[in-house]
Nanobody, 123 residues
């Protein structure tokens, strides 16, 4: 069964940087839109960033625009989320997701999800 496995989470201080990685188990995902969602305790899951399979189109939520960068390496079946200038409000479990449709992924209708990785930012 196809899998997405996130890594790179951890505990950092405000202003620090982290890079999350999501490794896909199958080459099929190189043709999928991929993205990062996050969910903080008591809050709804929100889309943070997404990237089309070609890498030519990206999406960022207003809360992370200018601080986070999504990228992908299709040769490695991996998508990344470079997070800079982290804030305490960025604390959440971050999930990788994939979908054949960029629009579908942005709407949250992804068919594939990773298990999540915790990011904790202290003030």
């Amino acid at each position: 069964q196809a899998q997405l496995v996130e890594s790179g989470g951890g505990m950092v201080q405000a202003g620090d940087s982290l890079r999350l990685s999501c490794a896909a188990s199958e080459r099929t995902f190189s043709r999928y839109a991929m993205g990062w969602f996050r969910q903080a305790p008591g809050q709804e899951r929100e889309l943070v960033a997404a990237i089309r399979w070609t890498g030519g189109m990206t999406y960022y939520s207003n809360s992370v625009k200018g601080r986070f960068t999504v990228s992908r390496d299709n040769a490695k079946n991996t998508v990344y989320l470079q997070m800079s200038s982290l804030k305490p409000e960025d604390t959440a479990v971050y999930y990788c997701a994939a979908d054949p449709s960029f629009g579908g992924l942005v709407r949250g209708n992804s068919g594939y999800w990773g298990q999540g990785t915790q990011v904790t930012v202290s003030s």
